[in-house]
Antibody, heavy 119, light 107 residues
Framework: QVTLRESGPALVKPTQTLTLTCAFS??????????VGWVRQPPGKALEWLAL???????LYSTSLKTRLTISKDSSKNQVVLTMTNMEPVDTGTYYC???????????WGQGALVTVSS | ELVLTQSPGTLSLSPGERATLSCRAS???????LAWYQQRPGQAPRLLVF???SRATGIPDRFSGSGFGTDFTLTISRLEPEDFAVYYC????????FGGGTKVEIK
């Protein structure tokens, strides 16, 4: 059974850096062709893909946010970490960790972590 | 960027009725690299359909995806109470983008 769980701060101040961790089980990033990534959703709005990392440490980022994002992995711990710099109130929303099938669809989702950006 | 436009924004239907949701792409999506997701209130999205028309594991056969090129459709043949939710299409042909969503609400 595949599970993904996000953890991180619920509140960050403007200009701060957000660090989110995804702990996953039921598969291994070092042996599978799957990738792990992140999607976010502002309250009441649509989904937005952010980043992904694969077993070869190849990384892809959203074009609009790539200067602010860094994704990394610790395959031995089955964890993926996302950092987003210079947080603003518009970055408020739920951040989901996802497993990405090697063909590209998002076949498993974490429960999500709500992050509020406010002073 | 490949933009997806979903219509209608809201669909008001009764249980037992048929729902037809549209997703139109700003350019052709190669190899039908399109997926559909359902998001119930307060829950994470879940995969319904991938590759345009293949149902994900455990998805009832009342859900069906169709289309090619720039026009795709998700059909729910007979709405069950648990189907009232928001539905998103997503393309994975050129990077990843989602549509704005269609809310299926009880009439």
């Amino acid at each position: 059974q595949v599970t993904l769980r996000e953890s991180g701060p619920a509140l960050v101040k403007p200009t701060q850096t957000l660090t989110l961790t995804c702990a996953f089980s039921g598969f291994s990033l070092s042996t599978t062709a799957m990738s792990v990534g992140w999607v976010r959703q502002p309250p009441g709005k649509a989904l937005e893909w952010l980043a992904l990392i694969d077993r070869d440490d190849e990384k892809l980022y959203s074009t609009s946010l790539k200067t602010r994002l860094t994704i990394s992995k610790d395959s031995s711990k089955n964890q993926v970490v996302l950092t987003m710099t210079n947080m603003e109130p518009v970055d408020t929303g739920t951040y989901y960790c996802i497993r990405i099938h090697n063909s590209g669809w998002f076949d498993n989702w974490g429960q999500g972590a709500l992050v509020t950006v406010s002073s | 960027e490949l933009v997806l436009t979903q219509s209608p924004g809201t669909l008001s239907l009764s249980p037992g009725e048929r729902a037809t949701l549209s997703c139109r792409a700003s350019q052709s999506i190669s190899s039908n690299y399109l997926a559909w997701y359902q998001q119930r209130p307060g829950q994470a999205p879940r995969l319904l359909v991938f590759a345009g028309s293949s149902r994900a594991t455990g998805i009832p056969d009342r859900f069906s995806g169709s289309g090619f090129g720039t026009d795709f459709t998700l059909t729910i043949s007979r709405l069950e109470p648990e189907d009232f939710a928001v539905y998103y299409c997503q393309q994975y042909s050129k990077s990843f983008t989602f549509g704005g969503g269609t809310k299926v609400e009880i009439k």
